[in-house]
């Protein structure tokens, strides 16, 4: 059964947190296909580091859904 959990109740902080944490996503993408390739240059550390500054606000304002695999 998956819960979800919301952290604010501020609607508008909700909808910021989770466009942000849509393109945290992308950035996190790219860094792991240029992890694949090896490819350890600016263009790893520029999607790792917008990654890290894009999902600080997911976590503290988005929605996000638990798993609860015991059920």
Request: hydrophobic share 35%; net charge positive.
């Amino acid at each position: 059964m998956m819960t979800k959990h919301q952290s604010t109740r501020v609607v508008p902080l909700r909808i910021i947190g989770n466009i942000c944490g849509g393109f945290a996503g992308n950035h996190l993408f790219k860094a792991m296909c240029l992890d694949e390739d090896e490819n350890y240059g600016w263009r790893y550390k520029y999607h790792g580091k917008m990654w890290t500054i894009l999902n600080k606000p997911y976590r503290l304002w988005g929605t996000y859904y638990m798993l609860d695999l015991d059920k």
